[in-house]
C-alpha cells in the first residue's frame, strides 16, 4: 500500500519570497505522485504530476516539484509566491494499476504582503 | 465542459434525517469517486465506481452511509440516520477511468457542506 506524508500542517511566507512545501512518500512499488491544490471553498485541482522520465515537473503558473527516488521526497517549491497562492496543497500517491489517489494530509499556505 | 457538478451545496438537517448528495460526473468519466473531507481526519475516499459499479467500498463508514450510481451520468451519497459527527465537506471526483485513471487526474466538485445539528 501506498502512504503520503505531509510534514508541515501550515506554512507562513511573505510575497515575493521562496517557499518548498515537504512530502514525503511511502511504497513497495513504482508510484505515480501529485500535488493538488484547494482554495477557498472549492474542490481541489491538479496543480502537477509525475509519471515518469523527468524528475522536475513543473505547472503553469510557477510552481514545480522534483521526484527524489532515493529520498522517497516529492517537495513542491515556488521561487516567489504571490498572495494569490494562498491554499492548501495536498500531496497524494498511486501506482502504475490502481486507481486510486492517497492524499495527504494537507499543508496550509498562507502568503501575507 | 460544465465540470463535476454537486448539490446542494449547503445542506443543514438535523439529527436523525435522512440527507442526500448528489453528484453529475463529467461526461465520458468512467470512474466516480466520493471523498469526506474534515479538520480532524483529513480527506477520506468514501467509495468508488468503475463504469457504475462500486469497486472499493471499504471507506464507508458504517451502515448508515449508502452509495449509488444507477448510471454514468448520476450518483447519490446518502446518510440515514444522520448524525453531528457526519458534518463535513463531501466531495465527488471524476477521472475517465481505466485501470490507472488516477494519472488523468481527478476532477473534483466544488463539494457539498453538510451540517448536521
Known amino acids: 500500500a501506498q502512504s503520503v506524508t505531509q510534514l508541515d500542517s501550515q506554512v507562513p511566507v511573505f510575497e515575493e519570497a521562496p517557499v518548498e512545501l515537504r512530502c514525503n512518500y511511502s511504497s513497495s512499488v513504482s508510484v505515480y505522485l501529485f500535488w493538488y491544490v484547494q482554495y477557498p471553498n472549492q474542490g481541489l485541482q491538479l496543480l502537477l504530476k509525475y509519471l515518469s522520465g523527468s524528475t522536475l515537473v513543473e505547472s503553469i503558473n510557477g510552481f514545480e516539484a522534483e521526484f527524489n527516488k532515493s529520498q522517497t521526497s516529492f517537495h513542491l517549491r515556488k521561487p516567489s509566491v504571490h498572495i494569490s497562492d494562498t491554499a492548501e496543497y495536498f500531496c497524494?500517491?498511486?501506482?502504475?494499476?490502481?486507481?486510486?489517489?492517497?492524499f495527504g494530509t494537507g499543508t496550509r499556505l498562507l502568503v501575507s504582503p | 465542459d460544465a465540470g463535476v457538478i454537486q448539490s446542494p451545496r449547503h445542506e443543514v438537517t438535523e439529527m436523525g434525517q435522512e440527507v442526500t448528495l448528489r453528484c453529475k460526473p463529467i461526461s465520458g468519466h468512467n470512474s466516480l469517486f466520493w471523498y469526506r473531507q474534515t479538520m480532524m481526519r483529513g480527506l477520506e475516499l468514501l467509495i468508488y465506481?468503475?463504469?457504475?459499479?462500486?469497486?472499493?467500498d471499504s471507506g464507508m463508514p458504517e451502515d448508515r452511509f449508502s452509495a449509488k450510481m444507477p448510471n454514468a451520468s448520476f450518483s447519490t451519497l446518502k446518510i440515514q440516520p444522520s448524525e453531528p459527527r457526519d458534518s463535513a465537506v463531501y466531495f465527488c471526483?471524476?477521472?475517465?477511468?481505466?485501470?490507472?485513471?488516477?494519472?488523468?487526474?481527478?476532477?473534483f466538485g466544488s463539494g457539498t457542506r453538510l451540517t448536521v445539528v
Open positions: 497524494a500517491v498511486s501506482a502504475p494499476g490502481f486507481q486510486k489517489l492517497v
Open positions: 465506481f468503475n463504469n457504475n459499479v462500486p469497486i472499493d
Open positions: 471526483a471524476s477521472t475517465p477511468g481505466g485501470g490507472e485513471g488516477a494519472v488523468y487526474g481527478y476532477t
